[in-house]
């Protein structure tokens, strides 16, 4: 998954249960070192019924670089999980522009990916997910106590593990408020690069900031600037 996106993997704030789903809204402030890029917003709502949908858009510029993307995803909520029915992620700007998509086909028992125009085939598996769909599975793991989730992602044709881990907590400091934070990682084979989140328990663990390094060195940041929980809405898709 390209780095840009990558660093939102856990960024966003939603409560699951056995009988509703909080939509919400969030927006984050993007930085390269301590340069700002610009902002990234996530949109959890109820389409219709018991189907939803899950947008993220940013669009982040500095000097000449410039990178904007658009991706969704379409799920339906079945038996207190989230099943995904179609991905898409559009991206534009400095570089190669790419268009990827999904079809999650149930019926058909297949998985069908396109990603730059080309196109390949996977027999159905409910634990493969893509890119944002992982986001939503996290929290309901890390609100079950889960201490090491780790997932099955479709990405760019390719089906790729991804683990978490716990390394501790932490009181931090966003927007001039003070937060109790545990903090989780990205499991790798090596310590070139390293991811790290700061969640809020309190908040239904609702993701204040990011830290990628590589080397060493801090190289992408991200912060929460704000958050709106909508009311509640039943399964059934009655209010």
């Known amino acids: 998954m390209p780095i840009i996106v990558a660093i939102f993997i856990a960024f966003f704030s939603q409560m699951l249960c056995a009988s509703e789903i909080q939509e919400f809204t969030a927006e984050y402030e993007i930085l390269y070192g301590d340069i700002s890029l610009g902002k990234a917003h996530y949109r959890f709502s109820n389409s219709q019924g018991d189907h939803y949908r899950f947008d993220f858009s940013s669009e982040l510029r500095f000097l000449i670089f410039s990178d904007v993307r658009v991706v969704k995803s379409e799920l339906t909520y079945e038996d207190a999980h989230l099943v995904t029915r179609y991905y898409s992620h559009d991206r534009k700007g400095t570089g190669r522009d790419y268009f990827e998509e999904i079809l999650f086909d149930r019926s058909e028992n297949l998985i069908r990916s396109t990603y730059q125009g080309e196109s ?4 159905y598996e409910k634990d493969i997910v893509d ?27 390719r089906i790729r593990e991804r683990e978490f881990r716990f390394v501790g907590e932490e009181s931090i400091t966003i927007q001039s408020s003070d937060y109790h934070s545990v903090i989780y990682e990205v499991v790798r084979d090596n310590n070139r690069r390293k991811t790290q989140m700061w969640f809020s328990p309190e908040r239904n663990y609702l993701p204040l ?11 992408f940041n991200a912060h929460l600037l704000n958050y709106h929980e909508s009311d509640s809405v039943d399964s059934s898709g009655k209010d």
Do not use: C, W
Request: overall charge positive.
């Open 120 to 123: 390949i085939e996977f027999v």
């Open 131 to 157: 890119g944002l769909t992982v986001q939503l599975l996290l929290m309901l793991d890390l609100q079950k106590g889960n201490l090491q989730p780790s997932y099955k992602i479709l990405d760019a044709n």
């Open 209 to 219: 900031q990011m830290v990628h390094y590589s080397r060493g060195k801090k190289k």
